[in-house]
């Protein structure tokens, strides 16, 4: 019985190659083989060849790693994926009210305080000086003026007399 080493050949592997690829089993192979190069094979041997010559073992195994891969990330995809936790930095959502009715009603202005002499003269009757008695002139004024004329002389009176000296 010849080895197996004796009946490899390259002849013989592009015959297999050629008789693997018009589609016939790999006993018709062997039977195909003996006939043609008188060596001694059979289907077991041709199988192994074959696999050895066309690296189908490595294509085999790679083409199934693939699938295998593939099939796991298919089940991945499937598989409910934990819930996404909220970053801690994350500010949690702002929620915007609208504004207060009252924020919209603007606040009750309170009226300008009347100016002194408000039509009546407000030039001090109490001595510069001496403690407030608040009494005023209180004669009529001009309009826009806190002072009756006469007090309006005596304030600018006294107002060029405090800038001259
Ligand atoms: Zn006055």
């Known amino acids: 019985m010849a080895s197996v080493s004796t009946w490899t050949s390259p002849e013989i592997d592009a015959r297999i190659v050629a008789l693997k690829q018009t589609g016939l089993s790999h006993a018709q192979i062997a039977r195909e083989i003996v006939a043609e190069f008188r060596v001694f ?3 077991n041997m041709v199988l192994r060849r074959a696999r050895t010559i066309l690296g189908i073992d490595r ?3 790679a083409a199934n790693e693939r699938l295998e891969a593939k099939r796991k990330a298919e089940k991945a995809a499937l598989e409910p994926k934990a819930p996404k936790t909220r970053p801690m930095a994350m500010p949690p959502p702002t929620v915007t009210l609208p504004p207060l009715a009252s ?3 603007p606040l009750p202005v309170p009226p ?13 009757l109490w001595p510069n000086g001496a403690a ?7 004669k009529q004024t001009p309009l826009g003026s806190s002072w009756c004329a006469e007090c309006r002389a005596v304030v600018w009176h006294t107002y060029r007399q405090a800038r001259a000296a």
Do not use: D, Q, R
């Open 41 to 43: 094979t059979n289907k």
């Open 59 to 61: 294509g085999e195994k």
């Open 103 to 105: 924020a919209l009603v």
């Open 112 to 124: 300008p305080p009347a100016p002194l002499g408000n039509g009546k003269c407000a030039f001090p």
């Open 132 to 138: 407030p008695s608040h009494e005023y002139c209180s």
